[in-house]
């Protein structure tokens, strides 16, 4: 049914006038629909530039790594893995055992390799401790207190314990 108002002719023509608006309309909608989307294109070339930096920055990172690695073999005047023959484990403990707490914590806590070798790497460590590296410290009461006395024990403080009141109210929180 057609309007008795408007006849066929003018809505052709409303039509006319108004689709080249409703398309340009619809065009900029859909680009603004799809501007937050990701492209693909511009991610590839972020990632592509993201591991160029990353490389450049592992290659800077190495050649000061080598740099300071080299320095440091010169000053001690042996290179890396090398043990050099004039260099003696240090005797700054006084006690029974020629090895203190304060260098074995150094070596521990710093990953040292350069000090551990120079108390003789692994096996030397063990000499100095006087233990036996397949069998431990031997189980003799003397010499267990003797170690007591020049390392301490090696038990961690307890923990309080939660009063029965903080208990009570964190219970009762939950509950509720």
Known sequence: MENQHYPSFYKWCWLETTLPDWQAALVLNASRRFRYTLDLKK?????????????HAQAIRATYLFKA?????????????QLNETTKPLQTSTGEFPIGPEQLASISREHDIASLQQYGGVAGV????KTDLEKGVDGDDADLLRRRNAFG?????RKKGRSFLVTSIVLGLLES
């Open 43 to 55: 991610e590839e070339e972020k990632k592509l530039i993201l591991r160029k930096i990353r490389a």
């Open 69 to 81: 690695a080299g320095g440091q073999g010169q000053r001690q005047g042996q290179g890396q893995g």
């Open 126 to 129: 063990s000499n100095l401790l």
């Open 153 to 157: 024990s090696n038990n961690y403080p």
